[in-house]
């Protein structure tokens, strides 16, 4: 034991004449060089928790929104001048950081009194040279955000029913679309007929349809809906969509369209225009913004 001691402080007595020290290395190049893996604290919380000297590296991983509580900060041996705490919220719930007393944390040149840890998010989080009460005693060195893509997609094709069809039964493959939980009903169905005027159309045939989704409702906020009309027959049919308005009904998202069918538009009043076949369908683009 007296000889470890000897060599441990021999070596002190060198590195400090020195001022560099070497580990894994007998000629560091900085005033601490490490060849070789670096290992701290880690500790894993679920609860609110106030940091102090032996935390470094903090995830939360609780089931509710917590609150970290930063060290108070003040001269002498309470001026942590250098200290590093690395926090992750691996959840989804909200962590705020929080320094002690009148301690604040700078993120810019306004001092916050708290900052928050979104979800996935990840912050580094140093001690500066400041103790007075009235100046960020905490840097916000370091902020990790979790990927995700800037916009949500959902997309469906919806079918187009004849005019006439039993829209009643929902085990049909005919008129409902999708399969489980990600299908849509056509609950409603109602036509009107194009107008003649003499040999000639001049109005044509509109449909107004309610779409059910049987999956978990959609959130309606800041959802824009995109449609575009497809056709998989010979027939030279001209389709125009129009967006009559999502809404949550009894757990239950619903879509309502109006369609107008406009071929046959002319002087060939011989033409029958009346959602004959079932080849037709709408391409449904929902897209959301992600904030």
């Not at 400090?16 to 490490?34: F, H, K, R, Y």
């Not at 705490?85 to 810019?108: E, F, H, M, Q, W």
Request: net charge neutral; hydrophobic share 35%; glycine share 8%.
């Amino acid at each position: 034991m007296k000889k470890l001691l000897v060599l441990l402080s021999s070596v002190m007595m060198l590195n400090s004449l020195n001022a560099q020290v070497g580990i894994g290395t007998e000629n560091p190049t900085s005033t601490l060089d490490i060849k070789g893996s670096l290992q701290v604290a880690f500790k894993e919380i679920t609860t609110d928790t106030t940091l102090g000297a032996d935390d470094y590296y903090v995830t939360y991983d609780g089931t509710s929104d917590a609150t970290i509580t930063l060290p108070p900060i003040s001269t002498g041996i309470n001026n942590f001048n250098g200290r590093i705490y690395r926090l992750k919220n691996v959840t989804s719930k909200k962590v705020t950081v929080r320094p002690s007393g009148n301690n604040t944390i700078r993120a810019t040149s306004t001092p916050l009194t708290s900052f928050v840890i979104e979800p996935g998010n990840y912050v580094e989080i140093v001690n500066n040279k400041n103790t007075g009460s009235t100046s960020a005693t905490w840097d916000l060195s370091f902020l990790g955000i979790t990927y995700s893509p800037n916009v949500d997609l959902y997309g469906t094709t919806l079918k187009i029913p004849h005019f006439s069809a039993n829209i009643s039964n929902h085990n049909s493959a005919k008129y409902d679309s999708g399969s489980g939980t990600d299908t849509w009903w056509i609950i409603s169905s109602t036509s009107t007929k194009y107008s003649i005027s003499g040999s000639e159309y001049v109005k044509p045939s509109k449909m107004t349809i309610v779409y059910e989704y049987q999956g978990t409702p959609f959130d309606l906020t800041d959802l824009h809906p995109m449609f575009t009309i497809g056709n998989s027959s010979n027939y030279p049919d001209v389709f125009i969509a129009s967006f009559g308005g999502f809404n949550n009904v009894n757990g239950k998202t619903r879509l309502t369209l109006t369609i107008s069918r406009i071929d046959f538009i002319g002087k060939d009043a011989s033409n029958i225009s009346d959602w004959q076949g079932e080849s037709f369908f709408i391409n449904a683009l929902f897209t959301r913004k992600i904030r």
